[in-house]
């Protein structure tokens, strides 16, 4: 499933990226990497805020679906 497709307060593990973009990439610089547990904390308009080592970050929504998680 995309990271898009959590539900508010669902938590997931990172199983795949597409790493074609080079704002992915800064991400994976931020530690969303494969692997990592993400947590969907809230959604406004086309924004998304995630929880991931317990840090809170906030990106568009077609950065979000380039992550392909598996559902806790």
Same mark, same amino acid.
């Given at each position: 499933?995309?990271?898009? #497709?959590?539900?508010? #307060?669902? &938590?997931g593990?990172?199983?795949?990226?597409?790493? &074609?973009?080079?704002?992915?990439?800064?991400?994976?610089?931020?530690?969303?990497? $494969? %692997?990592?547990?993400?947590? *969907?904390?809230?959604?406004? %308009?086309? &924004?998304?805020?995630? $929880?991931? !080592?317990?840090?809170?970050? &906030? !990106?568009?929504?077609? $950065?979000?679906? *380039? !992550?392909?998680? $598996?559902?806790?």
């Open positions: 499933m995309c990271l898009t #497709d959590l539900g508010l #307060d669902q &938590a593990i990172i199983t795949s990226i597409n790493t &074609a973009s080079l704002n992915v990439q800064r991400l994976m610089v931020m530690g969303l990497v $494969e %692997g990592s547990v993400i947590k *969907h904390l809230s959604t406004a %308009g086309n &924004a998304y805020e995630f $929880e991931v !080592f317990s840090n809170t970050i &906030a !990106f568009s929504k077609e $950065e979000a679906q *380039h !992550f392909t998680v $598996e559902l806790l």
